[in-house]
């Protein structure tokens, strides 16, 4: 998938609902630094939150004061199945209520074929996502400057504790800028990626993959070379033009108000359509919207940026005054404005 405008390069089952494992940890990061933003905080682990802990740990214990941002990390590159327990109870109370945050965000990014029911992964039934949902979410994360920054680390020492990251693609490709790995018996090897390229940004997803390292460096060569990010326009670059009244300068420019990019396959042709509000009649400002330019692929809209005036327009016609009109009006007479004038008919 491309990371800017969601396109997807290529899929396989991408929206089949499977166990997911500990890939499950970016959306319990996600939530948690959305709801508790403050990384300082300090933590106390509570033996209640340590309940049921098995598989992948960072070795907490019932007492101890740790910072949230060292338990992200911990979740995060460690895998800390315990970490995450901690981060559900101290951001939510228990494990139940946080899931319930979990479902509510991923609603919120629209992935339908989601359900959590714990933070860190552990298998339980009604505990799935699907791969195209998963991207998704890795997109939000990569959007969260902390959560990003967290995943893009290999290694760190934080409060007694060192941490090594689990996804080998930070070591074995150059282009990679995390994400997360996975893996429980139901589940297989689960893995999120994401990689960099000049301005553009894939983010790839596999469930049950027993070969994802070489997988995902394949696939995301595979999405740089066969869909380059094209820009269809710059910022602050004009895009066309438009007929305008009541001026003396018979057009005005229309500039993008952002920049835009699309992910264009060889002997792709994309159609520009300029939305224009009508009419337009001086005086216009500039910076003021002034419509919507689309671009359409096979009749499908897959970009769009607002369209401002890139100059100011003056209402710079001759205009009689009401007492001109008012004279002329007892003689049936009315003014048609000529260019530079005035008429009489």
Request: hydrophobic share 40%; with cysteine.
């Amino acid at each position: 998938m491309d990371a800017t405008s969601g396109r997807v390069l290529l899929d396989e089952d991408m929206h089949a609902p499977r166990p997911i494992a500990s890939i499950t940890k970016l959306m319990t990061a996600l939530v948690a630094v959305e709801d508790c933003p403050d990384l300082s905080q300090v933590v106390e682990v509570s033996g209640a939150w340590l309940e049921g802990v098995e598989g992948s740990s960072i070795y907490l214990k019932e007492g101890e004061q740790v910072t949230l941002e060292t338990l992200l990390y911990g979740l995060l590159l460690q895998s800390g199945n315990d970490a995450a327990q901690v981060i559900a109870g101290w951001v939510a109370g228990d494990q139940e209520k946080f899931a319930q945050r979990m479902n509510e965000k991923a609603q919120e990014l629209g992935m339908t074929n989601t359900h959590f029911v714990n933070p860190s992964g552990l298998t339980e039934e009604k505990h799935y996502s699907s791969a195209y949902d998963m991207a998704l979410l890795a997109c939000a994360c990569l959007d969260n400057p902390v959560v990003a920054g967290i995943c893009a680390t290999q290694t760190i020492a934080m409060e007694g504790h060192t941490f090594v990251n689990h996804n080998k693609l930070l070591w074995l490709e150059e282009d990679c800028v995390g994400m997360k790995t996975g893996y429980t018996e139901a589940a297989g090897r689960t893995l999120v990626s994401a990689a960099t390229r000049g301005d553009q940004t894939l983010v790839c997803v596999t469930l049950n993959d027993p070969d994802d390292w070489d997988d995902h460096q394949a696939l995301l060569e595979y999405g740089f070379e066969t869909y380059p990010a094209t820009q269809l326009c710059q910022q602050g670059s004009a895009v066309g033009s438009s007929a305008v009244g009541g001026s003396l300068n018979p057009t005005v420019s229309l500039v993008a108000q952002a920049d835009a990019w699309y992910p264009v396959a060889e002997g792709e042709q994309l159609e520009m359509q300029l939305d224009v509000f009508s009419p337009l009649v001086a005086p216009i400002p500039q910076g003021t919207q002034l419509g919507t330019a689309r671009w359409l692929l096979d009749g499908e809209l897959v970009a769009e940026v607002p369209l401002l005036a890139g100059e100011n327009v003056t209402n710079d016609q001759w205009q009689p005054s009401w007492l001109q009109r008012w004279w002329m009006g007892l003689w049936g007479k009315k003014w048609e404005t000529t260019v530079p004038g005035m008429g009489l008919i």
